[in-house]
């Protein structure tokens, strides 16, 4: 039941391993290349270089 899924860094490849309980919205860094990238779907996973400048931390 706790499967992890991976997802391909965009920017150089590298499989990302995601735990099962992660969620959309959440910010990763590759492990290879150290790029933040932000969780946008769970299912299925797709992740993307998180934004830089917007930093929405309001709520
Ligand atoms: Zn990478």
């Known amino acids: 039941m706790s ?3 991976q997802s391909p860094c965009p920017e ?3 499989e990302i ?3 099962a309980d992660t969620v959309k919205g959440e910010i990763l ?5 150290g ?3 932000e969780v946008i779907n769970i ?7 998180a934004p830089e ?3 929405d ?3």
């Open 3 to 5: 499967k992890s899924q």
């Open 12 to 14: 150089c490849g590298y």
């Open 17 to 19: 391993a995601v735990a």
């Open 29 to 33: 860094q590759c492990g290879d290349c």
């Open 35 to 37: 790029m933040e990238l």
């Open 43 to 49: 299912e299925p996973l797709e992740v993307a270089p």
């Open 53 to 55: 400048e917007e930093e």
């Open 57 to 59: 931390w309001g709520e």
